[in-house]
């Protein structure tokens, strides 16, 4: 892909044809454009001699200068003292710089930044011109000494995406984890969702949770409640750092808001937007706006954003919930004459439709005053609201069928045809509403005590709550078919047949109501953290250059409470018999590229059955089973820091050390050996040195060495540490134990890069080696409940993983501009894992789950005055999802590539149109179950194409 992309990109160039025109001085003309706006422009003589431009006849400054400056490697900024022009690969001002002058030569500041974090966002000032924004983030970090990315602007408005997980692809080295067809989560350094940390200008927010399917991703941060737009500066720490708080081994991803006093003029921006799903005709409608203002004085700023949006989405499916080999799978799902590891289904087959409708509104408020020259306090508010409504139509078959004949796939050693004469099937439907909040309120302030100390203090508060909750109980109904014939013939990767033989529109092709039951969820996470922060500016004949040191209080609550109810068997043979009141017909017939064959419609239970035959399912006291899937965690640390920055003419030295003091507790209920539920109450406490050292060495303006070592901590998943006691209901019968004993994964890392930077070409390959103990593993025992023996699976500490990889990254600014286009930008980067493994004190070895060998991001995006192309394309290898070691075959995510397109036209300064194209390919994501001799279809899912059409206007 990136060949082919690369031949068009130069192709393209070939063909391009500038026209000739009369050549003037380009100094003469930006003279003579200062006294026609009455505009100071500032410039070094020396950066422009020479150069002759065509005469403008553009009739704004703005589009004159980019017309003029874009094609020669310059660009602009608006500063309180005028438009500073400079040259973009070398040296790119800060936000509202000042500008002293040596001899009448205007001489430009470079970007400071300090080894906890960089400046606060800029404003617009790169909202809106890529190449600047590229050059501005390459340079902050060109400064940085560890390992680091930014993104900032334009590298995350102008590609395209639906929320902000999807635009962080512009980071090199970070992937993304899909959730019906929307980005979720986010991977990075080899590791997956939970290694990785998410702050909010440096301080942890609180997850929302996965209520629906009772998956808890606990500190997995989910994307979904961010809006693409919402935040205009963000960095990436690849390494950790000792300024921020500790909980990542992978990579912290700091979000920064922006600074209202940055802002040059006031704005206010308006985005309406349409969208469509492919096949429907219905345009879900989305509202933003964007607003900033500042005091005649320029001390105090406020912005305002918020974003309304409504998504329909449509998922169909195939799944099968477990495989296993043969001679392990349970009695009625064993198959005779067949050999013992030959892979079998030992859980139900369906196709599914999941209908979602959704509704996202997020609202970010940010209050900054300079109360003095020596204070500044800012303040901020986020919130987010997420509406869920699923329906979910699903028609299913239990392979256990006596009577049933079944056929080989020999290449994959599996069952892939099935004859059922007397089928087992249903047909059920789940209905729930979901609701999703976050809100997070932030306090801080910079002060310096006195204009001769270059000491600043920067104490700060952060609360962070997230509420994830059913609004209305999840309910499930099952119907049982009548006896009929079926045919299922799978592939590896599609399903050619899925019929019966009866008429499945038909009401008398269903026997009876099998199941009807409710299901409730509430998940709170609160998160709250205070302290403060100390920035010491030196420079001394030792080589100090900065020392920072800090102290962070910060609690963290988990409080999971779920309920179950259903009808009794005896309930339920008193139902009136079916009829024409009980089923309906689906909506949308089944349309999926991975099957190979027409599907037949079916009926599905109506909607609210419940009500419609007042059956009376209301929720009492919580049962035993719901006490066992309900706990509460908490984690309580007390974390110091210190830092320091050296420089020794070519080399800069950072070191820290950080302490982290913390106690958890869970509280949750346990089944003893008598049977009997028992409440249990644990608490433990860890203390952990956190030192990093990282090296810079800079022998050329061109060339960058850096090598580093860090020391890092994971803490345990929340729901990893409930002592639950699970019985698996389906497939082949295991428990699942949860162990509030585990403790912090430590990762040791260690990391080698060389950066190669030119006028319009940079590039990275960077080395990282992670070595982990007390990693989370799964291990299996026996144990005996209510006189049945069971495989048990409980996670310890007693792994050690080893992950080695290297990333590749470059960013290419194509040197030839046409009559066309005047920005062209290329940027790929990949990732290879050469090592994931894990070793146990048993003497077991496997891979490290949720991690692909290869990862790679292309994005191109080409532009003129008038209009902007781009496209988007992200890359997975297939990985472990999850390492099944009872008698189940592991879950496997095939490689996949997500390609996403955008076109923008700009009418004016002020209004633009632009139409963006989600998952243009269309790629079904599948999911296989594989053992060492096998291997079979376990998931397919197609999410559909996506189109968004946006007006942007600026008033």
Not at 525 to 547: C, M, P, R, Y
Not at 723 to 728: A, E, G, T, V, Y
Not at 768 to 791: C, P, R
């Amino acid at each position: 892909m990136l060949r082919i992309s690369s031949f068009l990109c130069v192709a393209l160039f070939i063909f391009s044809i500038p026209t000739q025109a009369a050549q003037a001085s380009l100094i003469q003309q930006l003279t003579d454009l200062s006294k026609r706006f009455s505009t100071a422009i500032i410039y070094n003589t020396s950066l422009l001699a020479g150069l002759t431009v065509e005469p403008s006849t553009q009739t704004t400054l703005e589009q004159t200068l980019d017309l003029w400056l874009t094609p020669r490697q310059l660009s602009w900024q608006k500063t309180a003292s005028g438009i500073v022009i400079f040259q973009t690969a070398t040296s790119v001002p800060a936000p509202a710089i000042s500008i002293p002058e040596t001899n009448n030569t205007p001489v430009l500041e470079e970007v400071i930044v300090t080894e906890s974090l960089p400046t606060p966002s800029n404003g617009d000032a790169y909202n809106h011109n890529y190449q600047q924004a590229i050059n501005y983030a390459q340079q902050i970090k060109s400064n940085y000494v560890g390992q680091s990315e930014i993104a900032i602007g334009a590298m995350l408005n102008q590609l395209p995406a639906e929320n902000l997980a999807e635009a962080l692809q512009a980071v090199p080295g970070i992937s993304i984890t899909r959730d019906r067809g929307e980005a979720l989560n986010i991977n990075a350094m080899g590791l997956g969702a939970e290694y990785q940390l998410t702050l909010f200008n440096g301080h942890r927010l609180a997850n929302t949770e996965n209520v629906r399917n009772s998956n808890q991703y606990g500190q997995q941060h989910r994307f979904d409640i961010f809006s693409a737009g919402l935040f205009s500066n963000i960095a990436v720490y690849k390494t950790t750092n000792s300024s921020l708080p500790s909980g990542a081994v992978g990579a912290t991803v700091n979000l920064l808001s922006d600074d209202p006093l940055a802002y040059q003029d006031n704005n206010l921006q308006v985005m309406l937007t349409g969208a469509a799903l492919e096949g429907e005709r219905n345009f879900q409608p989305s509202f933003g706006l964007t607003a900033n203002a500042k005091s005649a004085d320029g001390d105090l700023g406020v912005i305002f954003k918020m974003n309304y949006e409504n998504r329909l989405q449509r998922q169909f499916q195939f799944e099968s919930w477990h495989w296993g080999e043969n001679s392990g799978a349970p009695k009625p799902y064993q198959w005779p004459d067949i050999n013992e590891n030959t892979l079998v289904p030992t859980d139900g087959l369906a196709l599914t439709i999941e209908n979602e409708d959704r509704t996202r509104a997020t609202y970010y408020g940010d209050l900054s005053w300079q109360a003095t020259e020596r204070l500044k306090i800012n303040s901020l508010w986020f919130r987010s609201d997420t509406d869920f409504s699923f329906d979910e139509h699903r028609i299913s078959i239990n392979p256990q069928s006596q009577s049933a004949q079944a056929h080989i796939n020999t290449e994959n050693n599996s069952l892939n045809q099935f004859m059922f004469n007397a089928v087992n099937a249903k047909t059920s439907r789940e209905e729930s509403n979901l609701y999703y909040a976050n809100q997070t309120i932030q306090v801080d302030a910079n002060w310096q005590p006195s204009v001769h100390l270059p000491l600043t203090l920067s104490p700060f508060y952060s609360s962070s709550k997230a509420n994830s909750k059913t609004k209305e109980p999840i309910t499930r109904v099952h119907v049982a078919t009548s006896p009929m014939q079926a045919d299922v013939a799978l592939q590896h990767t599609s399903v050619d047949n899925f019929n019966f033989t009866g008429n499945l529109g038909l009401v008398s092709s269903y026997s009876h109501i099998s199941q009807m039951s409710k299901r409730t969820i509430n998940v709170l996470n609160k998160v709250q953290e205070w302290g403060i922060d100390s920035h010491f500016s030196a420079e001394n004949s030792w080589g100090l250059q900065a020392l920072d040191i800090g102290f962070l209080h910060s609690t963290q609550h988990y409080d999971y409470t779920r309920k179950d109810i259903s009808l009794s068997p005896l309930a339920l043979e008193q139902l009136p018999d079916l009829d024409g009141r009980w089923l309906e017909p689906i909506t949308n017939k089944f349309s999926a590229e991975f099957m190979n064959a027409d599907l037949q419609p079916w009926l599905i239970p109506k909607s609210d059955l419940f009500q419609l035959y007042d059956i009376d399912l209301s929720f009492a006291e919580m049962s035993d089973s719901d006490r066992l899937n309900s706990y509460k965690v908490s984690f309580v640390s007390k974390e110091g820091y210190i830092s320091s920055k050296w420089q020794f003419e070519q080399v800069t030295l950072s070191t820290g050390l950080r302490y982290s003091n913390t106690l958890s507790e869970t509280k949750g209920s346990q089944l003893a050996t008598t049977g009997e539920l028992a409440p249990i109450n644990s608490s433990n406490k860890d203390n952990t040195w956190l030192p990093s050292v990282n090296l810079k060495w800079q022998p050329s303006q061109f060339w960058q060495w850096r090598a580093g070592f860090n020391r890092a901590l994971n803490r345990p998943n929340y729901s990893d540490l409930n002592p639950k006691l699970h019985i698996n209901s389906g497939g082949l019968p295991y428990a699942e134990l949860g162990n509030p004993n585990l403790q912090p994964v430590i990762a040791n890392t260690s990391t080698l890069s060389v950066n190669w930077q030119q006028q319009s070409v940079s590039a990275q390959l960077l080395g990282f080696n992670h070595h982990m103990n007390n990693f989370i593993v799964e291990q299996t025992a026996s144990l005996n409940y209510q006189g049945l023996q069971y495989n048990s699976l409980q996670r310890t500490n007693d792994g050690k993983a080893k992950i080695k990889g290297l990333q590749a990254s470059s960013q290419w600014q194509l040197p030839i501009y046409s009559r066309w286009f005047l920005q062209s930008q290329l940027s790929a980067s990949i990732t290879h894992i050469n090592k994931a493994d894990v070793s146990t004190s048993a003497g077991n070895h496997f891979k490290v789950e949720g991690v692909s060998d290869w990862t790679g991001n292309l994005r191109f995006l080409v532009s003129d005055k008038k209009w902007q192309a781009a496209f988007n394309i992200n890359y997975r290898s297939d990985f472990l999802e999850q390492r099944d070691i009872s008698n189940n075959a592991s879950s496997y995510v095939e490689d996949y590539t997500s390609t996403d397109l955008s076109f923008s036209w700009f009418y004016s300064a002020n209004a633009s149109l632009r139409l963006d194209l989600f998952n243009a390919t269309n790629e079904t994501l599948t999911r296989t179950a594989k053992t060492d001799d096998a291997s079979s279809l376990l998931k397919a899912e197609e999410f559909g194409r996506r189109v968004v059409v946006s007006l942007s206007l600026k008033i």
